[in-house]
């Protein structure tokens, strides 16, 4: 399966449906040839020798470096049905079945997650500028993900504000505390016989229109920074999937009576990864030192509370900011460190107990080694990494692996992006920090 990016003109992703401008590239005129081939800096289908990341003028194909994750488990969110003085079932204003909630833990849960590296990388991105159209596969066994989805109806570009915006889970990059320019949403999938109670507003828990029937919820966001916006031949990007299915639940009481629950299934993917026109190996330097920096993109869970309080309940949360990568191709060594800030998590009708506060403040430093024969770039590990709350709080992490993987993009290596995986080290914790993160010489 490919990724497929669309990569159009400002001419061409003119949003429609109240969403704002949409492109991944600029509107430059063409510059040259078409046909298939390297792509020249690039790798791939398409492009000729122009630089063709920025404003592509053929089909073309990119391996993406980064990280995913997902997570999978059971809840009973929902309880029995409000009834009236008549024994009728109260309705809310838009007409759908009221409910008691009632709280619970999360039950059943697999957790899986998994950094590729330049070679291996099952993450692809494609794009077609005559079509217009984003197919996206971020097919990876090893991270338990398996999401599909071909974004070809102009109504698949979305973004925040107005009646319709990404769905509950979705960074809004553009915003306070990261105010990152150029981040586009693309969004796409189905619902069936499912609402989002008033109750639990702004939280991942489903409702059923009618209890006799199951109902389903499968919804797919991709989202990128425009080509242009920062770095010319290299963009960060990132995903989620929230998948739900939902069946009513009849439990037999002492004394004959019933009660209802709603019993919730839940498969939630999240990644974050890089990618662009890659540079040739024999025109990466051999000599001299450079200095990166950029963006910095990860998904994160962190539940540090299992062997403490007992809670297992475990939320996804997103980090951006900027990452700082210097290098010294004499010595063909580098260092990386990351300066992000915390968002909020996802709740879902459970404990709502977490130990990273939303604009918490992130900090990783790491190093490592350029291979260009054996890793096909650069390649490390970190060596520490910790959170500041709001109010000042500390909580460094305890590191059981890591990784760091690279690769540099454009001719001569001017810019750089890559994928990174940070997994705590602690007994009876949950916590895994998948990211990517780009950065260009000044």
Request: with cysteine; charged share 15%.
């Amino acid at each position: 399966m490919r990724l497929l990016i669309l990569l159009a003109t400002t001419t061409m992703l003119a949003a429609c449906g109240g969403a704002g401008p949409q492109t991944a590239g600029s509107s430059a005129p063409p510059t040259g040839s078409g046909g298939t081939g390297s792509g020249g800096t690039g790798s791939g289908t398409g492009g000729g020798t122009a630089h063709t990341f920025v404003d592509p003028q053929n089909p073309k194909t990119y391996k993406a470096v980064g990280s995913t994750h997902s997570y999978r488990y059971q809840t009973e969110a929902l309880g029995e049905i409000q009834l009236d003085v008549g024994g009728n079932a109260v309705l809310d204003a838009n007409g759908n079945t009221v409910r008691n909630i009632q709280t619970t833990r999360q039950d059943g849960q697999l957790y899986q997650g998994d950094g590729t590296t330049v070679r291996n990388s099952s993450l692809t991105i494609a794009y077609n500028p005559r079509d217009a159209i984003f197919d996206v596969s971020f097919n990876n066994a090893l991270a338990g993900t398996s999401t599909v989805s071909r974004f070809q109806d102009p109504l698949h570009r979305t973004d925040f504000g107005g009646a319709i915006e990404p769905q509950l889970g979705t960074p809004n990059l553009g915003s306070a505390p990261w105010n990152m320019l150029g981040i586009n949403y693309l969004q796409s999938g189905s619902r069936s016989n499912v609402f989002n109670p008033e109750a639990l507003d702004g939280e991942f828990v489903l409702g059923l229109k009618d209890p006799a029937q199951g109902g389903s919820y499968e919804v797919t966001t991709f989202f990128y920074q425009t080509p242009g916006t920062d770095t010319q031949y290299v963009t960060f990007a990132g995903y989620l999937r929230n998948k739900a299915s939902v069946s009513a639940v009849t439990v037999e009481l002492p004394g004959g009576t019933t009660t209802e629950y709603i019993s919730q299934n839940s498969q939630l993917e999240r990644g974050a990864f890089a990618f662009g026109e890659i540079t040739p190996s024999d025109q990466v330097p051999t000599t001299g030192t450079g200095s990166f920096n950029g963006s910095m993109l990860a998904t994160m869970v962190f539940n540090d509370q299992p062997d403490t309080t007992g809670n297992t309940d475990t939320y996804f949360q997103w980090i951006a900011g900027r990452a700082s990568t210097n290098v010294n191709f004499g010595a063909n060594t580098f260092s990386l460190s990351l300066d992000g800030t915390v968002g909020a998590p996802m709740f879902d009708g459970t404990s709502r107990q977490h130990s990273v506060l939303e604009n918490a403040q992130f900090r990783a430093n790491g190093a490592g080694d350029i291979n260009l024969v054996t890793a096909g770039g650069f390649f490390g590990q970190f060596n520490e990494a910790w959170f500041v709350n709001p109010g000042g709080a500390r909580l460094d992490m305890v590191i059981a692996g890591s990784s760091i993987d690279g690769a540099f993009y454009g001719p001569n290596g001017v810019e750089l992006g890559g994928g990174y995986r940070i997994v705590g080290g602690t007994p009876d914790e949950r916590i895994d920090i998948l990211g990517t993160f780009v950065g260009k010489r000044p």
